[in-house]
C-alpha cells in the first residue's frame, strides 16, 4: 500500500469519537507519515481556509463542522474523504470538475434512516402521538375505539429508491407489505431482485397505497413536487411519512391536509429547521415529529467511520472509492 503524504483531519473535537473512536482513529492516523488535526469546533472561515493552507494536504477528512472549502484549493489536495451525506455545503461542482475526489458516507447509514421511517410508520399507525398527548397531558384512557392499524399486509408506496429505500424494503418484510415504487432508476431487474412493483405516476403510488414514504433527494426537478392533490389521493387513515427532505414537500398544503386530521403523518424533515416553535405542526394529535434524527443514531456514526477509512485504505491502495460523487451525483442529490 502507498502512503498517502499528508493527512488534515479537519473535524470537531465532538465529531471524532462518535464517528472515529478509537481504534479507527489510530487508523487515520497511521495511513500516513503527515497527520495533522484541525479541530473545527467554532473555527472561522478565514482560520479554517489558513490551516488548509499551511497544512496543504493530499487528503482532507471532513464531517458537518468543516466549512466549505475555498475555490482555490490547495496545490497538493487531492481528495475529501467526507464522513457525513450531503457534500454541497463543502465542496463545490467546480471543485469536482477540476479533478478533485469526493465520497461521503454512502449507503453506511441507510439502515437507520431505514429504521426511523418504520419508526414514523408505525408511530402513525398505532396514532403514537395522540396517545401520548391522551394519556400524559389529560389522562385518557379509550381502549374500546382505539382507531389503529397495524402495518402487516398493508400496501406501501416509497417515493425513491436510493441505499434507504432499498434498506427500508428489508425492514418491511416481515411485515409482508406489497411494496410500490416511483423512482426513475427503477428497471425490471430491480423490481425483481427487490420484490417492488415499479409505478410510472405519483398519482398512482399516492392513489394506491396505504402508507407513503418520501425518501427522494432534493433536487430542482424535485423541490414541491408533493403537492397538495397528491396528499389528498391518501385514502382516510393512511398515512403519509418523510424522512427525506422537507422541500420535497408542499409544506403549507401539507398543514393544511394535517389539520384536518383525515390522515396521518409523520416527518423528521422540515422546509424550515429547525422547526419553529410556534409550528401549527407541534401538538397536532395525527403528526409523528422528530427533530431531523433519522440519520445515524450517536452510537451507529461509527458505521460511517468504517466506511471512510475503508475508502481511505483504498485511495492508499490505488483502489476504487465507494460512495464516490461524481459530477452527476452531485447534481442528482441533496
Known sequence: MTRPASLLAAISANEQPDFLPEPLFADVR???PKFSWCDTTGISLEAFHRALREANPEILLACWRTPPLPAELPPALRYVCYLAGSVKTLVSR???ERGLRVTNWGGSIGRMVAECALFHTL??????????LTMHREGGWDNDNPQTASLFGQRVGL??????????????QPFHC????CAPDVDAETERRYGVRAVSTLETLFAENDVVIELAPLIPATTGIITEKLLR????????????RGAVVDEAALLRVAQEGKIRIGLDVFAVE???????????????????????????RRDAGEFSVANLR???????????ITERVYDTST
Do not use: K, M
Not at 123 to 132: E, N, P, Q, V
Not at 233 to 244: C, D, E, Q, W, Y
Not at 314 to 324: C, I, K, S
Open 94 to 96: 467546480a471543485h469536482l
Open 30 to 32: 497511521a495511513l500516513t
Open 178 to 181: 406489497a411494496i410500490s415504487v
Open 314 to 324: 483504498a485511495y492508499a491502495a490505488g483502489r476504487p472509492l465507494q460512495g464516490l
Open 233 to 244: 389521493l391518501i385514502r382516510p387513515g393512511g398515512v403519509f411519512v418523510n424522512v427525506g
Open 274 to 300: 429547525p422547526l419553529p416553535a410556534d409550528s401549527p405542526f407541534r401538538g397536532l394529535p395525527n403528526v409523528s415529529l422528530t427533530p431531523h434524527i433519522a440519520g445515524p443514531t450517536p452510537d451507529r
Open 123 to 132: 408511530s402513525c399507525l398505532r396514532r403514537g402521538t395522540h396517545w401520548a
Open 159 to 172: 417515493h425513491g429508491f436510493g441505499p434507504v429505500a432499498r434498506e427500508l424494503v428489508g425492514l418491511l
